[in-house]
């Protein structure tokens, strides 16, 4: 019954989308106000109707409704609820009923907004938005539909249907197969509609700025219309690149953090053109510069958004985030085709019409400065799209896959990111329009002056490993100009308005919070850059079999094995833990209890580990395997990963700079 | 970009290139698409037959080289890895541990395949953690194109007795237990 329901209501919605696409298109070339308006009423159907049938589909999954395939699938009875709700995104069919429930909320959102303001470019967002949609729409009715319910034939076998085929009966499997262990975790909550919600969201930037080429605007009004939502966009991405970074570092069992899969990359990419779309979009409202390339960047971004959604779901490259092959591929295809034709012809179209006001005048200038800034971007970008394009290129030209691995990328983007924070650094520094040489330096020589003191003391008291200090210097570098900028700023209010000076900080993110916001984020990269040097370049790790109060020693550290139990746990898993005593020197830090959970209906173990987390290092525990006979012992494998903590805390203060750039602020008062 | 002004838009040499670009990325991709939709060898398949030469050291029955189909009739557990894979190195002391285990009866065969990956270093990852089953290289990866492998290393094939494919194991093991409650049902059957 609810089967039907959500299948028909998908139906529907799919229907309505068609339509809203074509009367908006309609509407727009027969002028005719009556037929645009019911586009707009159609699309605001779409939201209500969607989340009936992800609810439905929900219900079905908490409900142990095996009969539907999807449910069968991705879920199994002995899940806690809040796992087997989340499964909607645990399989392909589900999270592309949630990917098109994200995209018609925000599609809604832009059809609820005043629309006599932007009357020229509304009616066109409408008609990019209404297509993608209907895009995603048809793949989950005619390919992917998680609404197909199992049925069983007279003569055994088993179909699968949405309505019932004559002469079967409902095939009830009795469980289901429930989740991979691995995406039993709490990350799995929160990780995919994290990402879902940054690749979607990037969808209404890109759909204002083919509005805006439609019509034929060259101005930056759908660049300040869409300002708030790109920076939503771009922390929902982050968030979700973080997220997956963690989630792998708990779970994953080798304390390992990105591993440089192609599917990360596949997130990464279109994070760092829209980086650089959000760093050039302020010179196109500042100085009217930046125009084509602006377009290029959004262009750039929703192409790679799609093209990852396609690698991540069309088995056309190895990954561990693959989901099962699928008929869906061809379609993406198709679509990243036409889309790609669509808005590269029509900007090149509009090319001439996009020049910008004046000119770069000086090499060292702020425009100038995140020039460079975006052409590094783009270097990290063709880097990485080279690496996901190798083994094609290498399958294509010698039959062979060859597989470019972390170390090609490692070495081929670690002098681009140190050249961003030398700008990072810089770029703060300088003016709009005019500055030399001479401008920068003169700002520039005490920051770097603290920053080489910094890396000398480390050089004496921490490491004396080249890489490191060039990048802790640039680190420090970084650090010290950001300070020195809220300082500077800060003491400018407290002779201005005779505010004390914890005031006056808190007033400047009041006043520019793009700005200040932006710092703050600045500050956060830093602290993750210092989490990424340790464990990169200093992680240390052993492996030991050890019988009961034996000792392993790394890195200062003293594990003593003391105990093991096995026991029954929730989810019907079994769990076998271990208990080890953590020395320094001679000084007792504390007990860590890494652990192995086997799920028995997947027939799979999950290592958890033991972490003992402080900003100097984490030090990560993990029982690979144990015998009964508590005489033979276990093994235990122990990893030193040093300053990695930094890396989460940073994620933290760049989510407070994110929310402090994007949160709503009073219209106008901050365009200065 | 920008920077420089165009008054009459993008010039016809540089629209060519743009679109030659465009169409070349698109056949790239659509032909690894097309790659991709092959069918992939599945459990209950018979597993497709290659020739695997050791690296310098490892033989097996004194030989330095193999083929699959000469081992029929004994339990063959094909490990897929590389020495770059950080989950490989997670599985490697687990896989050698099972293999000592199953060595003396001679009714397993363990074969480790380096997949993409350079000999020097595979080397090193062996002499690492002390690996003695026989290992190769996928030269001109011509074993896993067989096996149509798309998801990753590591990867490990069982095979029966009868030649065919009775378990696929995507990812890395985390004890020996586990390896063993795959190959005793294999050997009971």
Known sequence: ?672 | MSVQQQKQGVPLWAQILIWLSITGLLVLVGLGLIRAQRPMVSVGSLAPDFSLTLFDGYTLDGASSLKLSDLRGKVVVINFWASWCKPCEQEAATLEAAWRLYQPAGEVVFLGIAWTDTEPKSKAFLKRFGITYPNGPDLGTRISQLYNRNLGVPETYFIGRDGTIKHIQIGPFASVSQIQALIDRLLAE
Request: glycine share 6%; charged share 15%; hydrophobic share 55%.
């Open chain 1, 1 to 672: 019954m609810l089967a039907e329901l959500g299948f028909g209501v998908l139906v529907l919605t799919f229907f309505l989308t068609l339509y809203s696409f074509t009367a908006a298109l309609y509407g727009e070339w027969k002028r005719s106000e009556a037929v645009v308006e019911s586009a707009r009423r159609a699309m605001l159907l779409t939201w209500p109707l969607l989340t009936l049938s992800a609810l439905a589909l929900i219900y079905l999954l908490v409900n142990n409704a095996y009969q539907v395939s999807f449910v069968y699938e991705v879920t199994s009875r002995s899940m806690p609820a809040y796992l087997k709700a989340t499964a909607l995104w645990g399989g392909q069919a589900g999270s592309l009923v949630f990917w098109a429930w994200l995209m018609s909320a925000f599609t809604s959102l832009v059809a609820l907004r005043k629309w006599e303001r932007d009357r020229e470019l509304l009616p066109w967002v409408l008609v990019v938005a209404a297509f993608t949609l209907a895009f995603f729409l048809s793949l989950i009715v005619f390919f992917e539909n998680p609404f197909l319910r199992y049925w069983q034939t007279a003569g055994g076998n088993v179909l699968r249907a949405v309505f019932q085929p004559a002469n079967t009966l409902p095939f009830i499997p009795s469980d289901g197969r429930g989740l991979n262990p691995l995406l039993r975790h709490p990350g799995m909550v929160i990780h995919p509609p994290m990402l879902y919600l940054g690749f979607v969201s990037f969808v209404i930037p890109y759909a204002f700025a083919m509005a805006a080429l439609i019509t034929n605007r060259s101005d930056d009004r759908w660049i300040r219309l869409t300002r708030r939502w790109t920076l939503w966009a771009w922390l929902f991405l982050s968030l979700g690149l973080v997220l997956g970074g963690r989630w792998a570092y708990d779970v994953l069992g080798w304390g390992g953090y990105w591993a440089w899969d192609p599917v990360e990359i596949a997130a990464f990419m279109p994070w760092l053109t829209g980086t650089a779309f959000l760093h050039s979009v302020m010179i196109q409202e500042k100085r009217g510069m930046f125009k084509q390339w602006n377009m290029l960047l959004i262009i750039l971004t929703y192409a790679l958004v799609i093209f990852g959604t396609f690698l991540t779901r069309s088995g056309v490259l190895s990954s561990v985030h693959a989901f099962a092959q699928s008929a869906i591929g061809p379609m993406f295809f198709g679509f990243i085709a036409l889309t790609s034709f669509f808005s590269v012809g029509l900007l090149i179209y509009r090319w001439g019409s996009l020049k910008a006001d004046v000119e770069i005048k000086s090499l060292f200038s702020r425009e100038a400065l995140f020039l460079f800034n975006n052409l590094l971007f783009m270097s990290v970008l063709v880097v990485c799209f080279w690496g996901v394009l190798f083994p094609l290129l290498s399958e294509l030209f010698t039959n062979q896959k060859v597989t470019v691995g972390p170390p090609f990328y490692e070495r081929a983007t670690a002098p681009l990111f140190a050249a961003l924070m030398l700008l990072m650094g810089a770029a703060p520094l300088s003016a709009w329009g005019t500055a030399s040489a001479r401008t920068i330096g003169r700002a520039l020589w005490k920051p770097a002056l603290a920053a080489l003191f910094v890396t000398a003391v480390l050089f004496f008291t921490y490491t004396r490993h080249p890489i490191a200090l060039i990048g802790f210097f640039l680190i420090a570098l970084v650090l010290f100009v950001t300070f020195y900028e809220f300082w500077r700023a800060a003491r400018a209010r407290t002779k201005a308005h005779a505010e004390n000076i914890l005031l006056a900080f808190w007033n400047l993110f009041g006043r520019n919070r793009r700005r200040y916001g932006g710092y703050v984020i600045h500050i956060s990269m830093m602290l993750m850059a210092v989490g990424i040097l340790g464990i990169e370049l200093f992680q240390r790790e052993t492996q030991g079999t050890l019988a009961l109060q034996q000792s392993l020693v790394l890195g200062g550290y003293r594990l003593e094995y003391r105990d093991i139990a096995r026991f029954p746990g929730p989810d019907s898993r079994e769990v076998t833990r271990a208990v080890v005593d953590v020395y320094q020197g001679e000084r007792y830090l504390g007990q860590l209890y890494p652990r192995i959970d086997y799920y028995p209906e997947a027939q799979q173990n999950m290592t958890i580990p033991g972490q003992r987390p402080t900003l100097r290092d984490d030090l990560y525990v993990l029982l690979v395997d144990w015998k009964p006979a508590s005489s033979s012992g276990a093994t235990f494998k122990v990893y030193v990963n040093p300053l990695v903590n930094w890396l989460w805390l940073g994620s933290l203060i760049f989510l407070a700079g994110i929310l402090i750039a994007a949160w709503p602020e009073r219209e106008r008062s901050a365009e200065q």
